[in-house]
């Protein structure tokens, strides 16, 4: 199989001649009560979707599929990004459109790593009192750009073990 030689260029994913392959996307996911339009249900899965055209191929994440269809082109650069935080949800409502700075402010905001730009030294010093003195995880993220998890691990010296408190 070929690859497209640009993806909106061959479709307007959005028209009517679209149809058909809109069909086949919508065979894929099922509509969750709380709001999620979740992929192949089965979580081993990637969620990806592949369209054929004339000998053609294009394939990508469902997502970004799920945007395409929904609403519109992708301007090159940009990610489809999840405010549902699900990863397999196709759902346009939950879809923005956003810069990989974007992205990795989302994970910085919901935890799932600590940037290291966006805590210094101090903090992290702070972090770790705090803890001793038995406060808990979630209290503490209140103060800092990071979530509860990166600080239980900033805590227990998994995240940040290099800096040590001289005083
Ligand atoms: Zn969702």
Redesign the pocket.
Known sequence: MRKFPTIDGVMDWTSKEACPFLQQFEEHFRKKKR???VWNDDRSKRARFSVRIEGWVHQESAARTAWRFYRGPIPSGLLVC???D?DY?V?PE?LFLGTYADNTQDCIAKGRFVGNAKLRVDDILNIRRRCEDGESHSSIARDYPVGRMAIGKICRGKRWSHVKDSA
């Open positions: 709001g999620c339009w999840h405010t549902c699900q949800c759902n939950h």
